[in-house]
């Protein structure tokens, strides 16, 4: 299996708790004003990886912590990055996942496809919602706008309804 992406960063502190590595999905059907990361938007970008090659390599580094799912918008991948995830999952790294999608909106979008509902199961975190430049405040952790959400996944799935992670609160 391939997943497409706009690149790869080792050793980042500001993407998710802890050192980890970001994983940068390629395409992006949200387009929003002011996104950081514009690079990743056209899905016709980017390189293609082997997923194998790219757990090994993402794994290799035994001071990371977890490993962040960023875009672009990593949903539109969900298959490959469910399958990416469970391999990094059986090695006890966190999964944070970005996502320009509400949780919500996630959940029904599942109900047509099942590797959505794969990725959602297979990660710790979520950080959701579109950045939305008049909400923005760099003085949150990991996000960009107010609007965004810091989910914690498994408390959300346990209890039927959003959790959300004290990373949201910092």
């Not at 990055?81 to 320009?100: C, D, V």
Request: charged fraction near 25%.
């Amino acid at each position: 299996m391939k997943v497409k992406l706009a690149g790869i960063e080792k050793n980042s502190v500001v993407d998710g708790p802890g050192l980890r590595s970001v994983v940068f999905a390629q395409g992006c059907p949200h387009h929003c004003p002011g996104c950081h990361n514009p690079q990743t938007l056209d899905p016709e970008g980017g390189t293609w990886y082997n997923l194998d090659e790219l757990a090994a390599e993402l794994c290799a580094d035994n001071s990371v912590r977890g490993i962040t799912f960023s875009g672009g918008e990593p949903f539109r991948q969900a298959g490959a990055f469910a399958a990416l995830a469970a391999y990094l999952r059986e090695r006890k790294l966190e999964i944070l996942i970005y996502s320009g999608y509400t949780y919500e909106g996630l959940l029904a979008k599942a109900t047509g496809d099942p590797d959505i509902e794969k990725l959602l199961a297979a990660g710790d975190i979520l950080i959701d919602g579109p950045f939305i430049v008049e909400e923005r405040d760099p003085s949150l952790a990991y996000r960009g706008s107010r609007n965004q959400r810091v989910i914690d996944l498994k408390q959300t799935s346990l209890k039927g309804e959003v959790v959300l992670s004290p990373l949201h609160y910092r």
